[in-house]
Nanobody
Framework: QVQLVESGGGLVQTGGSLKLSCLFS????????VGWFRQAAGKEREFVAA????????FYEDSVKARFTISRDNAKNTALLQMNNLQPAESAVYYC?????????????????WGQGTQVTVSS
C-alpha cells in the first residue's frame, strides 16, 4: 500500500522560506508522479506544483511559479517543495499526493494517494 508522509512545515515570517519533504513507501517511487496541494481553513484544496516520474517536467500554479521549486530524488523515495518568499495568504495545510498517471495534475481527483499533510503558517 502506497504511503506518503510529509514533513518540514512550521511557522515562518512573511518573506521567509520552508522546504517540505514527502517520503514515499509501499511501491516503486519512479512509477508515480507527485503533486503538492494546499488547503487553507474554510477553502478548497488547491494545486501548488507537480513533477513527473523522473523529474523531467514540472508544473506550477501561476502564483508560485517564480518562488517555489518542486524536485524529487528517486533513490531516496523523496519529493521536495522549496518555498521562498512565503506570504500570509499561503498559510495552509500542505499535502503531497501521488498517482501513476500524468493526467490533469492540477485536479486533486487525479491523485490516488495522499499524505496526512503538514501545517505551514506564515506570520505577518
Amino acid at each position: 500500500q502506497v504511503q506518503l508522509v510529509e514533513s518540514g512545515g512550521g511557522l515562518v515570517q512573511t518573506g521567509g522560506s520552508l522546504k517540505l519533504s514527502c517520503l514515499f513507501s509501499g511501491g516503486t517511487f519512479n512509477m508515480y508522479i507527485v503533486g503538492w496541494f494546499r488547503q487553507a481553513a474554510g477553502k478548497e484544496r488547491e494545486f501548488v506544483a507537480a513533477i513527473d516520474w523522473h523529474g523531467h517536467r514540472s508544473f506550477y500554479e501561476d502564483s508560485v511559479k517564480a518562488r517555489f521549486t518542486i524536485s524529487r530524488d528517486n533513490a531516496k523515495n523523496t519529493a521536495l517543495l522549496q518555498m521562498n518568499n512565503l506570504q500570509p495568504a499561503e498559510s495552509a495545510v500542505y499535502y503531497c499526493a501521488a498517482d501513476p498517471s500524468l493526467s490533469t495534475v492540477q485536479d486533486p481527483e487525479n491523485h490516488a494517494y495522499w499524505g496526512q499533510g503538514t501545517q505551514v503558517t506564515v506570520s505577518s
